[in-house]
């Protein structure tokens, strides 16, 4: 326990921040190559950091009180710094695929300077922080930090009117989300005196949960489901995806959008587990990601714009994740933390392919592309690689995922779920599928003889990120690989399933969290978990879906053949559709409306 | 009454977001986004306050054992009102480039994003 | 939606989320109560640091590790404004147009007034840690005490004192004085952001350890971000121009 693996921890945080500062002051003196590599060596420092973090945290959490304030008899003024496994896996996440996002960039936006640079390694700073910190107003103030940085990488290309837009509705949504958070956690204050995790949730033991403790847990919480792009919170994300820069949506997608989940979990389990009951929230989560997945995947199918088809993507797979989560059981959680593994490395790898496109040719929009990538074979094979490791083939990381939520799910009742995962999974890596086969195989019939809608969604008219590119570079195609190849890893690798199920029963422990951290109690040892890892019907339900997942695609691409059956769907769609209207009133109607569901759905059962 | 100052700081709040929601002007909505904040803030300092105590900065004329009220929701909420000034001239900026790409600023006539 | 609509949606979830809010309300304990316990601990804190100032206190010393998270908000937001207000392609930058007339009385009173906010604000910040004040509040003062100089003169008298990469320089220092001291305390004495330094006499200039030295760096970075900040919003309405026609001023 002791040792000096919690010097680490400040480390991730701060020296990102420290090597922004001397990017600001000093980036536009500097030549570009070494602005890059300056950048890539921190984000590859901060992985190694990450990676060593990782294996320390086998032996039980690291602890770190900032300022030397050691808990006296369980209270302290200190804000501490805690990791668990699952937080240094996300570190370590969050950090690869920076890395990976700034090697992806060598070429990109001479006329930012070194502020591009900069703002990325602040919102590394951001994530990593908000993975570490034990102090709840700590976990706001890091969220905040995320967002800034966020705002700006989504507004990055100002010439470009839909990113202006989108970063403004963006910045708006998760400010007021974060503002709601605050208030949440002054209420709590107000009642508890504390402000720290451990703290928190020593106070909140055995406390009955009356009006004070749910309207704080549903206030807090909506923060990060706003960030987490849940049902209705999610208006913001298709937005800002629609024009930020490829690099910085694959980071977005990859771990950004997933954090805001490990928020709601971390906060539940830590503070509110012995007070909330869990069946309560089990009720919550599933009735949230529910909704999300199928409206995630649904928008998804009808969208012509590669970016914003893969950012529903995104938001079907995150309220797939939730679902997993929900069952809150070691494997479930571990399940969701796989998933979260492999599918981080496919839509990155999606959205740095579609970001390679836009920068070729011209345009992020499936129509126009059609046929225009004929020739790039590295690409195609690499496109549809992440395309079925999006879908959950095995053996990539998203199937052997799904093959322990399918263990979780069954045991704890609900084997309607399963049919919702394969559904889910095929009908995204179906409409993947199908704009990756237009453009890279020109297969369907030619865009003037095919079905659109093109004053009802966005079209693919963007600026390019970068100047034109004449031949594909090796940064980027390195950077592609490397995550399609990571999400690959993760199902791969002996005995994974079992490392992530005694990860995930370390985070459910959160009263070993508070012990731990106030009065350096010894970890308690975990158990094994025999059925985390491939089961035959978790295979068996990956392959079906990469099966049905080509069967959509076809129906997208020749969608003539079955008119009659897609005419209600299309007719179904129509008004959903109508909903997203990119009008920042809408987006913070419905966000008003969602927090009033999730305070009914937590709170009216205890009544 | 002795929650009207909490009561006050839920209506900031809420008022702020009714601005942003029936808001004609991007900048109006930045703004009003601010009176949000500015609830929050309220909540904070209600929070922190004790009746007749006094500012917790010692010096000659208060002595360390004073009452005094809550430093810490003070300390909270004096960082956030800076950081919110340039939070604010982000999203501000953010405007005049929606400004100068759409020519207006109204949110019902912003129309690059649907579906 | 329409209007009318949105407004529903929103008075429907606002109503559901004041009665909560109101429930909630009623079991806080009363406004103006005197059962604050982190109170008691944070005052005991500042008080065995020896800070006389116990916001300073707790913003520095025992919660710095949120200070230096917001201080880093402000330098990212100063950037990304920084980032976002560049000129775009097909823009350019133009002369400074030298328009408008003021009275000498106007231009006499700023130029008084500049030195004079200035030591107030460097005041504050020193101070910050025995006084109200701090170095946020302090580079708030400086930084829009500089700006008197374009509110009663013009400004060009503002471009002319105000290079705008030194400010640059000046808030990434600030900015980063305050993670060398966090690192340092975590290399001398373990932890992030430890009070390394000699603590002093209670309520003398030298007193509170890192707590001066830290608010000093983060007055540097609020008095660098927001001048770097104003001035490009004043570049981006008085110099940035489209390409072929004269920019509204």
New interface residues.
């Given amino acids: 326990m002791h040792g000096t693996a919690q010097?680490l921890?400040?480390?991730l945080v701060?020296a990102p921040?420290?090597v922004a500062?001397?990017l600001?002051?000093a980036g536009?003196f500097l030549p570009r190559r070494i602005v890059d590599s300056l950048a890539i060596a921190t984000a590859l420092a901060v992985t190694a950091a990450a990676a060593l973090l990782l294996v320390a945290t086998g032996s039980g959490r690291r602890v770190?009180?900032?300022?030397?304030?050691q808990p006296v008899r369980r209270?302290?003024?200190?804000?501490p710094?805690v990791a668990d496994p699952v937080a240094a896996g996300l570190a370590l996440l969050i950090a690869a695929l920076t890395t990976c996002t700034l090697v992806y960039a060598w070429h990109y936006f001479d006329?930012?300077e070194s502020?591009?640079h900069?703002?990325i390694l602040?919102f590394l700073?951001?994530m990593e922080?908000l993975v570490l910190?034990g102090?709840l107003?700590?976990m706001i103030?890091?969220f905040?930090?995320m967002g800034?940085?966020g705002?700006?990488l989504t507004?990055?290309k100002?010439?470009?009117?839909?990113a202006?837009?989108?970063?403004?509705?963006f910045?708006?949504v998760n400010?007021?989300g974060a503002?709601?958070s605050?208030?949440g956690l002054?209420?709590l204050?107000?009642?508890?005196?504390?402000?720290d995790l451990p703290g928190l949730g020593d106070a909140l033991a055995h406390h009955p949960p009356?009006?004070?403790v749910?309207?704080?847990f549903?206030l807090i919480v909506t923060g990060f489901l706003v960030k987490a792009a849940m049902v209705p919170f999610h208006f913001w994300l298709?937005?800002a995806h629609?024009s930020a820069p490829a690099p910085v949506c694959a980071l977005f997608s990859g771990v950004m959008v997933e954090l805001g989940l490990y928020g709601v979990l971390r906060l539940f389990w830590v503070v509110y587990g012995e007070t909330i009951p869990p069946a309560d929230l089990r009720r919550a989560l599933l009735v949230l990601g529910v909704a999300t997945a199928v409206l995630g995947s649904a928008m998804c199918f009808?969208?012509r714009h590669l970016k914003?088809l893969l950012a529903f993507s995104t938001i079907a797979h995150v309220g797939l994740i939730m679902v997993m989560a929900a069952m809150l059981t070691p494997d479930g959680i571990g399940a969701a933390g796989l998933y979260v593994l492999g599918h981080a490395g496919a839509i990155s790898a999606l959205f740095l392919i579609t970001g390679l496109l836009l920068n070729r040719h011209g345009s992020a929009d499936e129509l126009d592309l059609f046929g225009r990538a004929r020739g790039e074979r590295v690409l195609l094979v690499l496109f549809f690689a992440a395309a079925l490791a999006l879908v959950g083939l095995p053996p990539f990381g998203t199937a052997l995922g799904v093959s322990i939520a399918v263990h979780a799910i069954v045991s704890a009742g609900y084997p309607w779920i399963l049919a919702l995962l394969v559904l889910v999974s095929a009908v995204t890596a179906g409409a993947v599928l199908r704009s990756g086969m237009r453009v890279f195989l020109a297969v369907g019939p030619a865009p003037e003889h095919s079905q659109s809608a093109p004053d009802?969604?966005?079209t693919g008219d963007e600026e390019r990120d970068t100047r034109p590119l004449q031949r594909t570079p090796g940064t980027m195609l390195a950077a592609i690989v490397v995550l399609v190849l990571g999400s690959l890893a993760v199902g791969v690798l002996p005995h994974g399933g079992e490392v992530v199920a005694k990860a995930a029963e370390r985070f459910i422990d959160g009263s070993g969290y508070s012990d731990q951290a106030l009065s350096s109690a010894p970890p308690t040892p975990l158990h094994a978990h025999p059925a985390a890892t491939w089961s035959p019907l978790g295979v068996g339900l990956g392959v079906l879906s990469t099966l049905l997942a080509l069967g959509f695609a076809a129906l997208g691409l020749w969608p003539d053949r079955l008119r009659l059956l897609l005419r209600p769907m299309q007719a179904g769609m129509k008004p959903v559709?109508a909903?997203?209207?990119?009008?920042?009133?809408?987006y913070?109607?419905?966000?008003?409306?969602?927090?009033?569901a999730l305070?009914?759905l937590v709170?009216l059962p205890l009544l | 009454m002795s929650i009207y100052a909490y009561l006050v700081a839920g209506y900031l709040v809420l008022i702020g977001s009714y601005g942003i929601v029936r808001s004609r002007h991007m900048v109006h909505a930045v703004v009003s986004l601010s009176v949000a904040q500015g609830g929050t803030y309220v909540l904070l300092l209600a929070v922190g306050y004790q009746r007749g105590a006094t500012a917790p900065v010692f010096g000659s004329t208060t002595k360390p054992s004073t009452d005094v009220v809550d430093p810490v929701v003070q300390a909270m909420t004096l960082t956030d009102i800076v950081v919110s000034a340039t939070v604010t001239a982000l999203l501000l900026a953010l405007a005049v480039q929606v400004n100068k790409r759409h020519g207006t600023v109204d949110p019902d006539e912003l129309a690059a994003l649907k579906g | 939606m329409t209007r009318r609509t949105r407004l529903v949606v929103f008075l429907v979830g606002a109503g559901c989320v004041t009665a909560m809010f109101v429930l909630a309300v009623l079991g806080m304990p009363e406004f103006g109560g005197s059962h604050h316990v982190y109170r008691d601990l944070a005052v005991h804190a500042a008080v065995k640091h020896r800070t006389a100032n116990v916001v300073s206190s707790v913003n520095f010393d025992q919660r710095a590790v949120d200070t230096f998270g917001e201080e880093t908000i402000l330098i990212t937001s100063v950037v990304a404004a920084a980032v976002l207000l560049r000129p775009a392609k097909g823009e350019t930058e133009r002369r400074i147009p030298q328009t408008g007339r003021n009275l000498a009385g106007t231009r006499l009173l700023g130029y008084v007034l500049v030195p004079i906010t200035a030591i107030v604000g460097l005041d504050l910040v020193i101070h910050g840690h025995v006084t109200p004040g701090g170095g946020f509040q302090g580079g708030i003062v400086l930084a829009t005490g500089l700006h008197l100089l374009y509110v009663t003169g013009s400004y060009p008298a503002l471009d002319r004192l105000r290079p705008i990469a030194a400010f640059d320089v000046t808030d990434a220092l600030g900015a980063a004085t305050f993670g060398a001291v966090g690192l340092a305390g975590l290399g001398f004495a373990g932890s992030f952001l430890t009070n390394v330094m000699p603590w002093g006499t209670f309520g003398q200039l030298f007193s509170g350890g890192t707590v001066p030295v830290l608010n000093v760096a983060v007055g540097l970075e609020v008095f660098g971000g927001i001048v770097v900040l104003l001035a490009k919003f004043l570049e981006q309405d008085i110099t940035v121009a489209s390409s072929g026609k004269e920019g509204e001023s």
Wanted: negative net charge; proline residues 3%; charged residues 15%.
């Fill in positions: 010097l921890l400040p480390v701060a921040i420290l500062c001397l600001v002051a536009p770190s009180w900032s300022g030397g304030w209270v302290t003024v200190g804000i710094f006329e930012t502020h591009l900069a703002l602040f700073a951001g922080g910190t102090d107003f700590d103030v890091f905040e930090l800034v940085a705002y700006a507004g990055i100002v010439e470009d009117e839909s202006v837009e989108g970063a403004l509705n910045g708006i400010s007021l503002y709601l605050l208030a002054v209420v204050y107000a009642r508890v005196g504390k402000l009356d009006a004070l749910v309207a704080s549903v298709p937005d629609a009808g969208q914003r009802e969604t966005t559709r909903l997203h209207t990119g009008h920042v009133g809408d913070v109607a419905w966000l008003f409306a969602g927090v009033a305070a009914a709170g």
